[in-house]
T-cell receptor, first 115, second 111 residues
Framework: DTAVSQTPKYLVTQMGNDKSIKCEQN?????MYWYKQDSKKFLKIMFS???????INETVPNRFSPKSPDKAHLNLHINSLELGDSAVYFC??????????????FGEGSRLTVL | GENVEQHPSTLSVQEGDSAVIKCTYS??????FPWYKQELGKGPQLIID?????GEKKDQRIAVTLNKTAKHFSLHITETQPEDSAVYFC??????????FGAGTQVVVTP
């Protein structure tokens, strides 16, 4: 059973399109995250939700909108895609409200390529 | 906010040798320091962590040391094996739970 699963694994799309990435965790964790990993492997947090409530919202263009229908799911919708959005997007979860209360469990990543 | 610097960016070692990766952090309130290993095409996975009330922690061939005064922490891998080849990330979280990752170290273990 995959602990943190995200779909799709690969996404190739044209500039200007809108796309979504879905994430689900079956660990019973309270907190979920979206991270962006650029071509240089740098990992940067984008959003964090605790029990469906937004708790971290880093400086991210408002074209990115996270949605958490329940604490096991955190989806990421991106409007008007730009070339610079090309990256690998990782979903993660952790047991407590804050990352420092426990391990971050990452999904396998969703590689987004914008042409 | 927290700023984490990680060195080196790449590290090539012979199988059986040791590998050391060093990180520094800026926020003296940081209290949790995990290390993650990311294999090709996979998500990062926790390999070891240390909290600010501990100076050193070991788990088989890997160990982490923390110097709170100097605000640096290090990952040590002994008797390296080809399966240790991966990108390693250090991270620090402050008391608010915000997580900052280092830039990563590509470790290549050559047989």
């Amino acid at each position: 059973d995959t602990a943190v699963s995200q779909t799709p694994k690969y996404l190739v799309t044209q500039m200007g399109n809108d796309k979504s990435i879905k994430c689900e965790q079956n660990l019973g964790h309270d907190t979920m995250y979206w991270y962006k990993q650029d071509s240089k492997k740098f990992l940067k947090i984008m959003f964090s939700y605790n029990n469906k409530e937004l708790i971290i919202n880093e400086t991210v263009p408002n074209r990115f909108s996270p949605k958490s229908p329940d604490k096991a799911h955190l989806n990421l919708h991106i409007n008007s895609l730009e070339l610079g959005d090309s990256a690998v997007y990782f979903c993660a979860s952790s047991p407590g409200q804050h990352a420092n209360t426990g391990e971050l469990f990452f999904g396998e990543g969703s590689r987004l390529t914008v042409l | 906010g927290e700023n984490v610097e990680q060195h080196p960016s790449t590290l090539s070692v012979q199988e059986g040798d040791s590998a050391v990766i060093k990180c520094t952090y800026s926020d003296s309130a940081s209290n949790y320091f995990p290390w993650y290993k990311q294999e090709l095409g996979k998500g990062p996975q926790l390999i070891i962590d240390i909290r600010s009330n501990v100076g050193e922690k070991k788990d088989q061939r890997i160990a982490v040391t923390l110097n709170k005064t100097a605000k640096h922490f290090s990952l040590h891998i002994t008797e390296t094996q080809p399966e240790d080849s991966a990108v390693y990330f250090c991270a620090a979280t402050d008391s608010w739970g915000k997580f900052q990752f280092g830039a990563g170290t590509q470790v290549v273990v050559t047989p």
